[in-house]
């Protein structure tokens, strides 16, 4: 299952809403995870089983989507969220990744 | 809180092997898949290979299937990764990941593998 997010990067600024989407090449099911991957630092899980906010991710993260299509949204940026985001998905082996989403100022 | 703590990189010429190794705390290891992920320099994340609780079961992506091979030793709360036949595409940071019910929640630092003559 290839995984094709969009935009490949994007510059916003503090306060803005930012979507991300990752595309799936067959159907799988509200499977997906958002990673947020700082640089020079481990990724970090934001968002599994497309919508579901992991114990202490801020709630400006949200994520939707089912099937094929997916999106993470960030509704006020905040100066910590910059950082690449990766979409993963759990419905098949391998487990993928999507390219990732550099999110810049 | 669990930890996952990488070992084993470094720097080895092409066509040679390296075994990598990581070691699980904090948590119940043998009830979790468990995965390799890579990261090569300024490069996105790349599923490498993952093995059931038992060990009886594993998966590996294309670019890896033949070359290396993931193994775990509940006992030592431990996860390895062989890797064989070494490229410079091989060049990477190499993450071991717990995977629970739909997302990798746990990683380590990484461990550096660098191929170079």
């Known amino acids: 299952i290839q995984l094709t997010q969009s935009p490949s990067s994007l510059s916003a600024s503090v306060g803005d809403r930012v979507t991300i989407t990752c595309r799936a090449s067959?159907?799988?099911?509200?499977?997906l995870a958002w990673y947020q991957q700082k640089p020079g630092e481990v990724p970090k899980v934001v968002i599994y089983d497309a919508s579901i906010l992991p114990t202490g991710v801020p709630s400006r993260f949200s994520g939707s989507g089912s099937g094929t299509d997916f999106t993470l949204t960030i509704s006020s940026l905040q100066p910590e969220d910059f950082a690449t985001y990766y979409c993963?998905?759990?419905?098949?082996?391998?487990?993928?990744f999507g390219q990732g989403t550099k999110v810049e100022i | 809180e669990g930890h996952l703590v990488e070992s084993g990189g470094g720097l080895v010429q092409p066509g040679g092997s390296l075994r990598l190794s990581c070691e699980g705390s904090g948590f119940t290891f043998d009830i979790y898949w468990m995965n390799w992920v890579r990261q090569a320099p300024g490069k996105g994340l790349e599923w490498v290979a993952n093995i059931k609780q038992s060990g009886s079961d594993t998966d590996y992506s294309d670019s890896v299937e033949g070359r290396f091979t993931i193994s775990r030793d509940n006992a030592k709360n431990s996860l390895y990764l062989q890797m064989n036949s070494l490229t410079a595409e091989d060049t990477a940071v190499y993450y071991c990941a717990r995977e629970n019910w739909g997302r990798f929640d746990y990683w380590g630092r990484g461990t550096l593998v660098t191929v170079s003559s």
């Open positions: 993963q998905q759990f419905n098949r082996f391998p487990r993928t």
């Open positions: 067959q159907g799988i099911s509200n499977y």
